[in-house]
């Protein structure tokens, strides 16, 4: 079987990205929400006006996981948009990063997210920040391995569901 391939996403991607977003946020995310708050974060997360403007902003990169002709996984990066005071124009934000369940823990997460900070990191050292669910443990373990340290917290929205985020920065 042939290595799954990771390639930027153009914007005839859009509505690739669209689907393996939903999909992969419902696959990690989805028993935890009420199910008028999972569509209700759907819709606005995942809709193509919103895809294809990240696709087409020179400030924002994605990028496709793609094993035998089908899309198993994906990031977004771009500036940091985390309210935080330290932020500065410069930072760049790790904004999501996903791969389907059945194709974690083989190392493709691992080679997602340095193709992604490689990215971020293109014109010279800067920090860069990300935000993740307060109880996502495997996530905390993995960004603290590259890095990255616990700096604040944040609401982050679900419908009306309210979680916890924590916000991490791995310092330039």
């Known amino acids: 079987m042939p290595e799954?391939?990771?390639r930027r996403a153009g914007a005839a991607d859009a509505e690739t990205v669209a689907a393996i977003g939903a999909e992969t946020f419902i696959e990690t995310f989805g028993h935890l929400y009420p199910a008028q708050d999972l569509r209700d974060y759907l819709a606005e997360a995942y809709n193509m006006e919103?895809?294809?403007a990240d696709l087409a902003d020179p400030a924002k990169a994605t990028w496709l996981v793609e094993a035998d002709g089908e899309a198993i996984g994906y990031a977004l990066a771009g500036s940091c948009g985390l309210p935080h005071d330290?932020?500065?124009?410069d930072c760049g934000e790790?904004?999501?990063i996903y791969l389907r369940q059945a194709r974690q823990g083989g190392g493709l997460g691992g080679r997602l997210f340095a193709e992604t900070m490689a990215w971020l990191q293109r014109q010279g050292p800067s920090p860069v920040w990300l935000g993740v669910?307060?109880?996502n443990h495997g996530?905390?373990?993995f960004y603290a391995r590259h890095g990255f340290t616990k700096v604040g917290e944040y609401n982050f929205h679900v419908g009306q569901t309210v979680d916890l985020e924590f916000i991490l920065r791995r310092a330039a």
């Open 50 to 52: 919103r895809t294809r």
């Open 4 to 6: 799954p391939l990771i």
């Open 133 to 135: 669910w307060s109880e």
């Open 94 to 96: 790790l904004k999501r």
């Open 139 to 141: 996530a905390q373990r």
């Open 86 to 89: 330290d932020v500065t124009p």
